[in-house]
């Protein structure tokens, strides 16, 4: 059974920054995706960031100004680095995996069928 988990959420004043941690654990072999979305107040779920099977990273947006996602495959982490965090960064952040035969790790939410629970990131101003 595939479990994803979050870790590192919190809350943070404008400026600040914060690192997240998503644990993935089940998959028989490493033939899966991991990335990380966020869901705003009264928004759709939204990508944020992921690393392709052969180690490209992909941002939603600008984001790579800001955040870096790196993996940690030996502890089968997926880590997000955020920087100069904004008010409007503010959002439930959840992890996902989804099993694959591609090299290529999507942003699209629809393609993820394990879920972990959300960390909560507050950002005040």
């Known amino acids: 059974q595939v479990q994803v988990a979050e870790s590192g959420g919190g809350s943070v004043q404008s400026e600040g920054s914060l690192t997240l941690s998503c644990s993935v654990s089940?998959?028989?072999?490493?033939?899966?995706?991991i990335a990380w979305f966020r869901q705003l107040p009264g928004e759709k779920r939204e990508g944020v960031a992921t690393?392709?099977?052969?180690?490209?990273?992909r941002y939603g947006g600008s984001l790579q100004y800001r955040f870096t996602v790196s993996r940690d495959r030996a502890a089968n982490l997926l880590n997000l680095r955020m920087t100069m965090l904004r008010p409007e960064d503010t959002a439930m952040y959840y992890c996902?995996?989804?099993?694959?035969?591609?090299?290529?790790?999507?942003?699209?939410?629809?393609?993820?069928?394990?879920w972990g629970q959300g960390t909560q990131v507050i950002v005040s101003s």
């Open positions: 690393i392709d099977r052969n180690g490209s990273t």
């Open positions: 089940g998959y028989p072999e490493e033939k899966y995706c």
């Open positions: 996902a995996a989804g099993g694959t035969d591609d090299w290529y790790c999507s942003l699209k939410a629809p393609e993820y069928d394990n």
